[in-house]
């Protein structure tokens, strides 16, 4: 196992897109930021230098931390980010875990421009990839573009307090492509050779809206999700919400020349939300192909296709080799977690509310951060009165919303099934998929659903042999999933919503995962972790 070193000087980046000058905030200058290629097996080691104006923390998305939870990286839950002008230096092994994941800025809207691929290979000496080696690999970074400064794009979605504005353009690899209203706008362009297979890595970077990829008369064959191995799935849409990763073959045996590959919108609510409904391309430009052949343009899914998207995102099947962690079977905590977004009352530093402000919530619950403190320092150093042990495994039976830093308790090595329910409480907003995503652990998605989850039939049709393992699952509008996962790694573990857009608003809880067989298995913080000011 290697060292695998990196440092990010976070600052600003002057850039010409859509035809608007800009200075946007990203790691080294790039966009997407640098890629981490690492082994399984491997420790990460990340000097993260803030040079930008903002407070900062950095998130390995989808990376265990097992014992490492004070690099999560998750403001307020595992430290209280980075300021301007310091540096934190992430270390973390990686184990038990390959394929696609990304990190990405976790304190505010930064993470539309502050990301990047994190890719982690079979260990060196291993039996490899469970498909033939590939001839090449692409890193497909898919992303939202902003002309004015996100951060402002933030402040003004927190005092009018309903969502943030929708995003200028949807960018592939940084770049939204040849298809947007302003001439020279930059296409991502890749050379492939003829009758070769590649395996591309795609990450949907975006940061509200869900997506449909198709690279046009290039039939994938789905590997991965998440960084998790599947059954060989054959498709020629993939659908990725916001934290997802897809890993995808595909063999270059069209005839030579030039391709689209697109990514465009999928949202059910497109009618009640115009949120950008635009298409980012990329170019697949065959070795030899001359540059002025126009590229044919992928079929897309239409923005509003739920049976493409449930299609895949329901079709996939999780490959079991030897040596995989079985489905554990029983269940310690039972959860059924109700979330959704409704009218809240404005409060009272919303100068510009219209009357009312957005809500979000899980059982009722709308999260609350903590001040001044992370929950893992508190849980570490018994602080008292930051958070509360009493969030409901169930929906209460009365109405209201509660604001709380209520956190769910579990043992070291519980198992946790949770049936996440989508409701739009008022009835009025529409419904669209949520991305939940869980830090620190993979889970099991043993069953997914339209309409209220039904206790009574449902379990019977729960995959306890080779369901899809995940980080983030889209939850349908009004529909469900079940999920489950063991609870082996002591700390405080965020579960939200993906949509970046709904994070402040409250949709999201926290799982305390106490000390196990040892006590004090969680080490103390690193000699450098971001103090509280
Ligand atoms: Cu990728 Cu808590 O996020």
């Not at 539309?112 to 039996?127: D, E, F, M, Q, S």
């Amino acid at each position: 196992a290697a060292v695998v070193e990196h440092t990010f000087n976070v600052g600003g980046m002057n850039i010409s897109q859509l035809c608007t000058e800009s200075v946007i905030y990203t790691a080294n200058k790039q966009l997407p930021g640098p890629t981490i290629e690492a082994n399984e097996g491997d420790t990460v080691v990340v000097h993260v230098v803030n040079d930008s104006p903002y407070s900062l923390s950095i998130h390995w998305h989808g990376i265990f931390q097992l014992l490492s939870g004070w690099a999560d990286g998750a403001h307020l839950i595992t430290d209280c980010s980075i300021q301007p002008a310091a540096n934190f230096t992430y270390q973390f092994n990686i184990t038990g875990q390959e394929g696609t994941l990304w990190w990405h800025a976790h304190s505010s809207l930064l993470r539309a421009t502050v990301h990047g691929a994190l890719i982690i290979k079979p260990r060196n000496g291993t039996a490899g990839y469970p498909f033939p080696p590939p001839y090449g690999e692409i890193p497909i970074i898919l992303g939202e573009w902003w002309n004015k400064n996100v951060n402002d794009v933030e402040t003004d979605a927190h005092l009018t307090g309903l969502g943030p504005a929708i995003s200028d353009a949807l960018t592939i690899n940084g770049m939204p492509g040849d298809q947007t209203p302003c001439q020279g706008a930059g296409v991502y362009e890749v050379e492939v050779a003829s009758n070769e297979t590649y395996l591309l890595r795609i990450i949907n970077a975006a940061v509200n809206v869900e997506l449909f990829f198709s690279v046009s008369r290039h039939p994938f064959t789905v590997v991965a999700i998440d960084a998790s191995y599947t059954d060989p799935y054959a498709t020629d849409v993939i659908a990725i919400s916001p934290g997802q990763t897809v890993d995808a073959l595909v063999t270059t045996s069209a005839p030579p020349g030039r391709y689209y590959m697109a990514a465009s919108v999928f949202d059910s609510k497109t009618v009640s939300f115009p949120f950008n409904t635009g298409t980012a391309t990329g170019v697949f430009r065959y070795e030899g192909a001359p540059n002025d052949t126009a590229p044919s343009m992928p079929a897309m899914p239409s923005h509003t296709d739920v049976v493409a998207a449930g299609t895949f995102y329901w079709s996939l099947t999780g490959l079991v080799r030897p040596g995989d962690p079985p489905v554990p079977t029983a269940v310690n905590h039972s959860m059924l977690v109700e979330f959704g977004l409704e009218q809240g009352p404005c409060a009272p530093d919303q100068t510009r509310c219209q009357g009312f402000a957005l809500v979000a919530s899980m059982n009722r619950n709308s999260f609350q951060f903590p001040k001044n403190v992370s929950l893992l320092k508190a849980l570490f150093d018994g602080l008292p009165a930051v958070y509360s042990e009493d969030f409901p495994v169930t929906p209460p039976p009365v109405p209201g919303i509660r604001k709380a830093t209520s956190v769910m308790k579990v043992m070291y090595g519980d198992v946790v099934e949770v049936v996440l329910q989508s409701r739009e409480y008022s009835g009025v907003l529409g419904t669209e998929s949520h991305p939940i995503h869980l830090h620190g652990f993979n889970f099991f998605v043993l069953a997914q659903g339209l309409g209220p989850f039904d206790p009574t039939s449902a379990p019977s049709a729960y995959n306890l042999v080779n369901p899809q393992v995940r980080n983030t699952v889209a939850v349908p509008g009004g529909g469900w999933a079940v999920i489950r996962f063991t609870a082996n790694n002591p700390g405080m573990w965020f579960m939200h919503c993906h949509l970046d857009a709904h994070l402040p608003l409250g949709l999201a809880m926290v799982f305390e995962v106490l000390d196990g067989p040892a006590p004090n298995m969680l080490p103390p913080p690193p000699v450098d972790y971001p103090k509280c000011y």
